[in-house]
């Protein structure tokens, strides 16, 4: 594998579970990310699945704890878990707080001077990385969705309005549906974008929706005893999905919060939902 360091690799459900690392061009920096190669790729090309992973987590928080490798292996889906931020770039500051730099990259392209030569997270997970897989795994590139929980949620949301017809299906967990009203989404907006109030709207998925030109399904799981929902601002969706036609599954799931014992407890299904969209 070309341009790939195998960091690590286990025998998963028959297929392969590896953490790997690559030099990025987007990030200017060393990226780690991981997959899982369903035992089905040895034989056929595979759809691809991306998950991106909420703040303060890297690829090994999904991967570890999810459970997903399993209902992979069943579907026949290869696996793609990026970091969420690029790392170690000798920005100031940049591990001094949760909610921005290391582990908070918001899935945008920074602008600001201080960011924007490594902080280009949306064209990383939306380039070069599905390049990267492409042209390194046996997989079908006309097939790819993508999912994601918290920041996670909300990038997998943006990825999906912004690129239509790119992905087969969308689905989240407790995804940052508004942050342009909230104040962890306007810090990060703030120093990674600067004052362009455009440009904030643009990784916005409730704003998005108003002009979105592919009416593509959204699947969205919110534990209704999550912490942090006060900030997620679910209900922001689901007005914005009724206003503008767009369809939304938005279960809200009792007794459940914010963690991954809330995202296992329902990953099967969400790995269904995809499996059928990209297995057709």
């Not at 990030?27 to 699945?49: G, N, S």
């Not at 399993?70 to 026949?76: E, L, V």
């Not at 690129?163 to 990060?188: D, H, K, M, W």
């Not at 799931?253 to 099967?268: A, L, N, R, V």
């Amino acid at each position: 594998m070309a341009n790939l360091e195998i960091l690590s690799e286990n025998r998963t459900f028959g297929g392969q579970t590896r953490f790997m690392q690559h030099r990025s061009s987007s990030t200017a920096c060393d990226m780690t990310f991981a997959v899982y190669e369903p035992p089905q790729a040895q034989k056929q090309r595979v759809p691809i699945l991306y998950w991106l992973s909420g703040l303060t987590c890297n690829a090994e928080n999904f991967t570890i704890k999810a459970g997903a490798q399993r209902f992979a292996s069943q579907h026949g889906l290869m696996l793609v878990v990026p970091d969420t931020s690029p790392r170690n770039t000798g920005i100031e500051g940049e591990d001094d707080a949760d909610e921005l730099g290391s582990g908070a990259g918001f899935y945008v392209n920074a602008t600001t001077d201080k960011w924007r030569t490594h902080y280009q997270m949306y064209d990383y997970v939306t380039q070069e990385l599905p390049d990267l897989i492409k042209a390194q795994f046996n997989v079908d590139g006309e097939r790819e969705s993508v999912f994601g929980h918290s920041m996670g949620g909300h990038g997998a949301l943006v990825c999906a309005l912004r690129n239509p017809g790119r992905y087969r299906s969308v689905s989240a967990f407790a995804p940052v549906c508004a942050p342009t009203e909230i104040g962890l989404g306007q810090q990060a907006f703030l120093a990674y974008l600067g004052e362009d109030r455009d440009a904030w709207a643009s990784y916005d998925t409730h704003l998005l929706l108003e002009h979105a030109t592919e009416r593509l399904p959204i699947l969205v799981d919110q534990g209704a005893d999550d912490e942090f929902i006060s900030a997620l601002l679910p209900q922001k969706l689901a007005e914005a999905c009724e206003t503008y036609g767009h369809d939304l599954t938005l279960r809200m799931q009792p007794g459940y919060d914010h963690s991954y014992y809330f995202i296992s407890t329902f990953m099967e299904e969400h790995m269904a939902y995809h499996a059928d969209a990209l297995t057709v």
